[in-house]
């Protein structure tokens, strides 16, 4: 399918709303995320009201979005339908967690907190992308030796992985 002026327009203005919304809430400094994950020390709760006012604005426009025939830009809905725990999944979301623990990152604020500068920053969003590839390189050794779950898996993922 090829992509429209109109669906870039709508992609740009995303990204920056988004981008926006990452400064303002603060989620592009380190100091602010870890004071949310430091639960036993010098707790900062206000992120949680940024996670509450994204599911605020979130859910309604999801719920409306769903019941259409079909999204905006495409022919169809591709959501995925896979709902088990597996051990890719919980390992991934450890090493997220861990990443964003230790840095005060997550890969949109890493990459949103670029246009500021900083070594910090810099070396986080190179190490993220340095474990996409080689995450990527590992599932494609997996499912060449017929141990990976699935070769949807390892193609979403090398999509992932190009896009960021």
């Avoid at 992609?11 to 303002?24: W, Y």
């Avoid at 430091?38 to 006012?53: E, H, I, N, Y």
């Avoid at 500068?117 to 494609?140: C, H, K, P, S």
């Amino acid at each position: 399918m090829k992509r429209t002026h109109l669906q870039s327009v709508v992609a740009l203005a995303s990204r920056v709303l988004f981008g926006a919304g990452l400064v303002v809430s603060g989620m592009t400094q380190p100091s602010k995320v870890i004071g949310f994950l430091d639960v036993f020390g010098r707790w900062d709760a206000s992120l949680m009201l940024v996670m509450a006012g994204a599911i605020a604005v979130h859910l309604p426009v999801y719920r409306w979005i769903e019941g259409r025939p079909s999204p905006f830009f495409a022919e169809r809905f591709t959501l995925p339908t896979r709902r088990d725990l597996d051990a890719k999944l919980l390992s991934g979301a450890v090493l997220f967690g861990l990443g964003w623990g230790l840095g005060g990152f997550c890969p949109g604020p890493g990459v949103v907190s670029l246009g500021g500068g900083g070594l910090a920053v810099a070396v986080f969003v190179v190490a993220m992308l340095i474990g996409l590839y080689a995450t990527a390189r590992f599932e494609a050794m997996l499912s060449r030796r017929g141990r990976a779950p699935a070769k949807a898996d390892v193609k979403d993922l090398k999509e992932l992985s190009s896009t960021r």
